[in-house]
């Protein structure tokens, strides 16, 4: 994610501070970055959707990401330069962790990518699955607000978050 790394210290400090003061502030915490994410990341798709440039691309290997996800590392050529990279915004499903793969390695895509940044792009099959991923993590970051909202203005009560 593309969160400055100050931001993400302020961030875990603050969370590890209000863990042992007011629990209570952990949701707001949380369901603010989430919501921050899914902004940032819903612009992206959206700008990527209506000014993207469309283009195949190949799909090299998958690197397996710290908690055993998969995601795709992809090869394209722009105006004679050569682009590797993983997608900007990719969701795996729980399904990646097991598949193989093995019989997309050199398979042709079409990628949707940023003109003014070609290294920003997306699968473009893969646009409707993203979609729903982001409002997926709107309705989480959505429930961790309210529930943090209602416990702070004391329209609910939760033993141990006081």
Do not use: H
């Not at 998958?62 to 050569?82: A, H, M, Q, T, W």
């Not at 949707?112 to 699955?129: G, L, R, V």
């Amino acid at each position: 994610m593309n969160l400055n790394r100050k931001y993400e210290w302020l961030f875990v400090i603050a969370f590890v501070f209000f863990m042992f003061y007011k629990p209570i502030f952990c949701f707001l915490l949380l369901g603010t970055l989430i919501i921050l994410y899914v902004i940032q990341y819903s612009l992206f798709l959206n700008n990527v959707n209506k000014n993207g440039k469309e283009i195949n691309g190949k799909i090299l290997s998958y690197e397996i990401e710290d908690d055993g996800y998969k995601s795709p590392l992809v090869e394209f050529e722009i105006n004679g330069k050569k682009i590797i990279k993983k997608p900007y915004y990719y969701s795996s499903t729980d399904l990646s962790k097991f598949k193989t793969y093995r019989n997309n390695i050199d398979m042709s895509i079409p990628i949707i990518y940023i003109p003014n940044d070609p290294e920003k792009f997306i699968i473009k099959s893969e646009k409707n699955f993203n979609y729903f991923t982001l409002i997926l993590f709107t309705i989480v970051g959505l429930i961790f607000l309210l529930i943090g909202f209602a416990q702070l203005f004391n329209f609910i009560k939760i033993d141990g978050l006081n």
